[in-house]
T-cell receptor, first 114, second 109 residues
Framework: NAGVTQTPKFRILKIGQSMTLQCTQDMNHNYMYWYRQDPGMGLKLIYYSVGAGITDKGEVPNGYNVSRSTTEDFPLRLELAAPSQTSVYFC?????????????FGAGTRLSVL | KQEVTQIPAALSVPEGENLVLNCSFTDSAIYNLQWFRQDPGKGLTSLLLIQSSQREQTSGRLNASLDKSSGRSTLYIAASQPGDSATYLCETGANNLFFGTGTRLTVIP
């Protein structure tokens, strides 16, 4: 079981470039999440999805887009990268059954926008 | 908007000591509360999840409690070990989830 897999692990972007952070899970979880973590801070929710075809905004969605065409994949898109988007990005998934919401996290993508 | 606060921000204890980490939240309309451990440069590992209808959960040397009415949760670590050194984060909410900023724990051998 691979769990939650994020690619790439590291990336440097120039201002204005675009990229997609990939996230895939093999646990057949309904819920998937994208967070960002700035240095010395907790995580902030960017977007989440409760199932294929359904996405919703979290606390800090501006500058990002997501899609959920399959249960397994939940890519995060940055259209016009800005220095403020320099952060570590974490993807997570959870089964969300019977009120339980144990989340499983990927190893993260470290993004620098210069 | 839910606000989650963790106190203290950092804590150093000698090996073998029992300790308590605190997490407070402003909105009691939560599904559950989860405690995580994060090692430097790594992802998060779930330690304990307490459903909103529960008062506590235990796993080995860890015990987490939840008091929804007062907006508080505690993580109790018994007989701390150097391997417990990490940042501990709590997360709660309903569909939208919010993390605290964490407590960085150092256990001194």
């Amino acid at each position: 079981n691979a769990g939650v897999t994020q690619t790439p692990k590291f990336r440097i972007l120039k201002i204005g470039q675009s990229m997609t952070l990939q996230c895939t899970q093999d646990m057949n979880h309904n819920y998937m999440y994208w967070y960002r973590q700035d240095p010395g801070m907790g995580l902030k929710l960017i977007y989440y999805s409760v199932g294929a075809g359904i996405t919703d905004k979290g606390e800090v969605p501006n500058g990002y887009n997501v899609s959920r065409s399959t249960t397994e994949d939940f890519p995060l898109r940055l259209e016009l990268a800005a220095p403020s988007q320099t952060s570590v990005y974490f993807c997570a998934s959870s089964p969300r059954t019977s009120g339980k919401n144990i989340q499983y996290f990927g190893a993260g993508t470290r993004l620098s926008v210069l | 908007k839910q606000e989650v606060t963790q106190i203290p921000a950092a804590l150093s204890v000698p090996e073998g000591e029992n300790l308590v980490l605190n997490c407070s939240f402003t909105d009691s309309a939560i599904y559950n509360l989860q405690w995580f451990r994060q090692d430097p440069g790594k992802g998060l590992t779930s330690l304990l999840l307490i459903q909103s209808s529960q008062r506590e959960q235990t796993s080995g040397r860890l015990n987490a409690s939840l008091d929804k009415s007062s907006g508080r949760s505690t993580l109790y670590i018994a007989a701390s070990q150097p391997g417990d050194s990490a940042t501990y984060l709590c997360e709660t909410g309903a569909n939208n989830l919010f993390f605290g900023t964490g407590t960085r724990l150092t256990v001194i051998p």
